[in-house]
């Protein structure tokens, strides 16, 4: 089965804190390619970022970071020093090499108070 | 400016009639793709399309029906068979099914 499980339906937290989003996944494939997108009210998503299966290194984009582990299948996203434009739906989704089917999970709502 | 537009932002429509969501790229790109969101929900693949004149039906299909004729264009029709047309639906486009797939500003349909 090829699928992809975002635990965290909301999460809250006041601006300047860091907040961790999971994405635990599951797939037979061995070639795979893991992103993130962020929906914000306007509702059309961003993309944020592409990992594929072979590249396990964390990645740090400003106050972003991504923590890629195959031992654990999970893809976590963290926001650092959150604020208040961070406010979104954040996806994580799985797609297979050969293959059209885009899995997402079904979305972590993140709201920063001031 | 590179893209991905649909329109309209919102529609409404009568239940019982075919309506017609539009969807056109600008960034070149070989694949497009129509999904369907429900509230607090992730989304579903509906039509996919690798190439001109080719496409294939995802999770939903059921209810709905696309066109590919020109590279730059993907309209999604939802037909009367639709039992819960009502959603957000989101076009999307990719160089290459492997690649990250760039999103249009959805369409908001509401049938009544």
């Known amino acids: 089965a090829q699928k992809v499980t975002q635990a965290q339906t909301e999460i809250s937290v006041v601006e300047k804190e860091d907040v961790t989003l999971d994405c635990v996944y599951e797939t037979r494939d061995t070639t795979y390619y893991l992103f993130w997108y962020k929906q914000p009210p306007s509702g059309e998503l961003v993309f944020l970022i592409r990992r594929n299966s072979f590249d396990e290194q964390n990645e740090i984009s400003g106050r972003y970071s991504w923590n890629f582990q195959k031992s654990t299948s999970s893809f976590n996203f963290t926001i650092t020093a959150s604020q208040v434009v961070d406010s979104a739906v954040y996806f994580c989704a799985l797609n297979f090499y050969n293959n059209n089917d885009m899995r997402f999970g079904a979305g972590t709502r993140l709201t920063v108070k001031p | 400016d590179g893209g991905i537009t649909q329109s309209p932002k919102y529609l409404f429509r009568k239940e019982g009639q075919n309506v017609t969501l539009s969807c056109e790229q600008n960034?070149?790109?070989?694949?497009m793709y129509w999904y369907r969101q429900d509230p607090g929900q992730g989304l579903r693949l509906i039509y996919y399309?690798?190439?001109?004149?080719?496409?294939q039906k995802g999770d939903i299909a059921e209810g709905y029906s696309v066109s590919r004729e020109k590279k730059e264009s993907f309209p999604l029709t939802v037909t009367s068979a639709q039992k819960n047309p009502t959603a957000f639906y989101l076009c999307?486009?990719?160089?290459?099914?492997?690649?990250?797939?760039?999103f249009g500003p959805g369409t908001r349909l509401t049938v009544t």
């Open positions: 960034l070149n790109h070989d694949a």
């Open positions: 399309s690798q190439i001109v004149n080719d496409f």
């Open positions: 999307a486009s990719s160089p290459d099914r492997t690649y990250e797939q760039y």
